[in-house]
C-alpha cells in the first residue's frame, strides 16, 4: 500500500496514510497537518468533525454530519449522481466521464463508482489500490494473478478490464458487472411474476451469457427486440415448443434450470454459470499460495465436514479448508459465500453458508 504521496520537485507531503493488519486504510493526513480518522466504514472524523454513513448491504445511501442528513442516488455503476438533503432538495448532481474524471459537480468525496475521491492527490481509493481517472489506470499492478483466460486482465495496472462503463472493482481486485446484474435482476422479476414466456427465458440466458463477456452487455435486450420482429412468424409455435423443453421449464413454480439454459445457448463450460468469477480466482490463489489466503481475505481454516445444520456432506476420505471470496472488511457482516478446498484437489463453492454446495475443480 502507498504509505505517503509527495511532489516530485520540492519532496513535500501531500498526503500520508496509514493500514491497520488488514490492509485497511483507517487514518490520513494532508500537508496543512489535518487529520481524518476512518472508524470501521460507518464514521469519520475528519479535522475534528464526525461524519456517520448509513449503508444498505454494501451500498453508501445517506451521511449525517453537523450539516444534516443528505442522501446519495447512484447510478448503475454506484457513481453519485445526485446528492439531496431530508427535504428533498438537491444538494449537488455529478456526471463523470466513462473512467471517472469529473465533467460537473463532483464536490462529494464518494463519488465515482461510490469509491473515495483523495481531492489533493486527485487519486481514488479502491481498498486493495489507488486508480488515477486521469490516466484511467491503477497505479500499483493488482497482487491477484489475473485471469490467463482474458488477454484483458493480462494488464495488471488496468482498470476493469478496460470498459469501465460496464465494469466496477470496488476492492481494487475483481471486476463487478453491475449493469449485467441489473439486467438479471429484472429477467428473473419477470420470471418469478408468474407472467413469463420463453421471451423471457431466452432473454436471462442472453443476459447471463453476456456476464461472462466483457465486451458484450444487454443480451436481454436484443432479444426483446428480436421478439418484436418475429412475433408474427409462422413457426414462433414451434420454435417456443423446442425451447420449453430444452430449457427444462418448471411452469408450476416460474423456475428455470439457469444451468442447462446457459449452456444451451452459449456452449458454456463450466460446471456452474452461478458461480462467480472471484471463486474461481480465489480458488487458483490458494492453490499457487501452498494454501494460504490471498491478502486481505479471511481462509484456511479446517472444515469440518459433518452435514451439521442439515447442510450438505462433502466426500468423505479427504481433509478440506474454508476460504472467503470477498475481501474482509472489519464491521462488515462476511456474508455465506465461501470456496472449501480439499487436499485431493478439489474445489466447492457455496452461497449459502456451506448448505449447499457446486463442484467447481
Not at 35 to 44: A, G, H, R, V
Not at 268 to 292: F, H, M, R, S, W
Amino acid at each position: 500500500q502507498i504509505s505517503e504521496v509527495r511532489y516530485k520537485d520540492n519532496n513535500s507531503l501531500v498526503e500520508k496514510y496509514w493500514y491497520d493488519s488488514e490492509g485497511r486504510r483507517i487514518k490520513k493526513e494532508n500537508s496543512a497537518g489535518e487529520l481524518t480518522y476512518y472508524i470501521n466504514k460507518y464514521f469519520e472524523i475528519e479535522n475534528g468533525t464526525v461524519t456517520t454513513y448509513f449503508f444498505r448491504d454494501d451500498e453508501r445511501v445517506a451521511k449525517q454530519s453537523v450539516n444534516g442528513t443528505d442522501w446519495y442516488l447512484p447510478d448503475h455503476l454506484g457513481s453519485t449522481n445526485l446528492l439531496v438533503n431530508e427535504n428533498g432538495s438537491e444538494v449537488e448532481r455529478s456526471e463523470y466521464f466513462p473512467y471517472g474524471q469529473v465533467q460537473s459537480g463532483g464536490s462529494e468525496k464518494y463519488g465515482f463508482t461510490g469509491q473515495e475521491n483523495d481531492a489533493n492527490t486527485e487519486l481514488m481509493y479502491y481498498g486493495a489500490r489507488y486508480y488515477s481517472p486521469e490516466y484511467r489506470i491503477f497505479i500499483q499492478p493488482d497482487t491477484m494473478l489475473p485471469s490467463l483466460y482474458n488477454p484483458q486482465a493480462l494488464n495488471r495496472y488496468s482498470y476493469t478490464l478496460n470498459n469501465p462503463v460496464k465494469y466496477t472493482d470496488p476492492s481494487g481486485h475483481y471486476v463487478e458487472s453491475a449493469l449485467d446484474i441489473a439486467f438479471i435482476a429484472y429477467d428473473i422479476n419477470q420470471i418469478m411474476s408468474g407472467d413469463a414466456n420463453a421471451w423471457d427465458y431466452l432473454s436471462l440466458g442472453a443476459d447471463l451469457v453476456c456476464l461472462a463477456l466483457p465486451v458484450a452487455t444487454g443480451g436481454g435486450l436484443g432479444v426483446r427486440a428480436v421478439e418484436q420482429g418475429v412475433k408474427q412468424a409462422d413457426n414462433v409455435g414451434d420454435l417456443f415448443k423446442w425451447l420449453d423443453t430444452a430449457l427444462d421449464v418448471n411452469k408450476a413454480d416460474n423456475t428455470v434450470d439457469v444451468t442447462t439454459l446457459t449452456k444451451t445457448t452459449s456452449g458454456a463450460t463450466k460446471l456452474d454459470q452461478n458461480v462467480p468469477e472471484k471463486a474461481y480466482e480465489i480458488a487458483k490463489t490458494v492453490k499457487e499460495n501452498n494454501g494460504k489466503a490471498p491478502t486481505g481475505y479471511k481462509g484456511g481454516r479446517q472444515y469440518n465436514n459433518d452435514g451439521r445444520n442439515n447442510g450438505q456432506v462433502l466426500p468423505d476420505n479427504t481433509q478440506y479448508k474454508e476460504y472467503d471470496i470477498n475481501p474482509y472488511v472489519s464491521g462488515n457482516n462476511r456474508g455465506p459465500e465461501r470456496i472449501v478446498v480439499g487436499d485431493d484437489g478439489s474445489v466447492w463453492y457455496t452461497n449459502d453458508h456451506y448448505q449447499t454446495f457446486t463442484q467447481i475443480e
